[in-house]
């Protein structure tokens, strides 16, 4: 594990392994306002993989010019867009009607469905109701 403070006020952590059988990996912790604990992780294992992994049911975020773009929600949703509030990209099995709330402009990719009702776009309405089949 190295440590260093590159700018003088936030430090940079790394970490390295050179056996094929390293897993490095870097976890931060911290509590929510309500006190919800967030873990997340960052690192590589020997198998291959590379891995961001928010490891508690909380949002995962994507900034540029410390301004939000994106978040993938911890239902496997994605959000484009600042804040959160954007369209949303959703998959799953059966309907989205009744069932995924978003807000209008967000679709939905259904992994059962056949001609006619494989997407879905959420055209009116408030929560999860609005979807149109296209």
Avoid: C
Wanted: aromatic share 6%.
């Amino acid at each position: 594990v190295h440590v260093k403070t590159t700018d003088g006020t936030t430090p940079e952590v790394r970490v390295h392994g050179t056996a094929a059988s390293t897993t490095a990996l870097f976890e931060s912790s911290g509590r929510t306002a309500a006190s919800a604990e967030v873990r997340a992780r960052f690192g590589a294992v020997s198998t291959g993989v590379g891995e961001v992994n928010v490891v508690t049911a909380h949002p995962l975020l994507f900034r540029t010019n410390n301004t939000e773009r994106m978040r993938i929600l911890s239902t496997g949703g994605i959000v484009l867009g600042s804040g959160g509030t954007g369209p949303q990209i959703h998959q799953g099995a059966g309907t989205p009607e009744g069932a995924v709330a978003a807000p209008i402009g967000s679709t939905y990719h259904r992994t059962d469905g056949g001609a006619g009702t494989s997407f879905y776009v959420k055209e009116s309405g408030t929560g999860n109701t609005g979807w149109v089949a296209k």
